[in-house]
T-cell receptor, first 114, second 113 residues
């Protein structure tokens, strides 16, 4: 258990509404990541952060934004949710960003956009 | 670009038997790391085992071991003495110079009692 929580765990929303998912960690890891998981695709990186206010895009960043104002919190925002963003979202942390650093995952958030 | 391929969408194994899950990858990097993650129905992603590419010795964690063939770019997971609790999705992942994980599409393992 790497001390990672995600909220909410489940959410149903309507197309066009804004949605914010929160990832919280208790161990002051510098690096945090947001992934989405879809059948047939595995996990794909949306955005990641390498420190407070330092973020960068991943493989599937269109339609998503992130913010990190505190070490412990990494927020993922869907400005205007679409049905294609229905997915399971995972937050992950690592000690560093080196290839050797193992990533540890939160419990996931299932988001349904109607 | 690096890719990770898991060609077996689903596998079945009898309880107490041994099963091998396949993973191949493509990369031009010489230094990288490979991982197997387990995702049970609870959705939690759990690290099973990790392999450093510079190590020739295959990693082992209790009943889980890997067969790492660097030249063939193959990284298979062997589960011995399969248990009902091993039933899950298994994901192979690659981490290299870009420091970002690349995941395969997963293999669903069913364990038959």
């Amino acid at each position: 258990d790497a001390g990672i929580t995600q909220s909410p765990r489940h959410k149903v929303t309507e197309t066009g509404t804004p949605v914010t998912l929160r990832c919280h960690q208790t161990e002051n890891h510098r690096y945090m990541y947001w992934y989405r998981q879809d059948p047939g695709h595995g996990l794909r990186l949306i955005h990641y952060s390498y420190g407070v206010k330092d973020t960068d895009k991943g493989e599937v960043s269109d339609g998503y934004s992130v913010s990190r104002s505190k070490t412990e919190d990494f927020l993922l925002t869907l400005e205007s949710a679409t049905s294609s963003q229905t997915s399971v979202y995972f937050c992950a942390i690592s000690e560093g960003q080196g290839a050797a650093d193992t990533q540890y995952f939160g419990p996931g958030t299932r988001l349904t956009v109607l | 670009a690096q890719t990770v391929t898991q060609s077996q969408p689903e596998m079945s194994v009898q309880e107490a038997e041994t099963v091998t899950l396949s993973c191949t990858y493509d990369t031009s990097e010489s230094d990288y790391y490979l991982f197997w993650y387990k995702q049970p129905p609870s959705r939690q992603m759990i690290l099973v085992i990790r392999q450093e590419a510079y190590k020739q010795q295959n990693a082992t964690e209790n009943r889980f071991s890997v067969n790492f063939q660097k030249a063939a770019k193959s990284f298979s997971l062997k589960i011995s003495d399969s248990q009902l609790g091993d039933a899950a999705m298994y994901f192979c992942a690659y981490s290299g110079g870009t420091y970002k994980y690349i995941f395969g599409t997963g293999t669903r393992l069913k364990v038959l009692a």
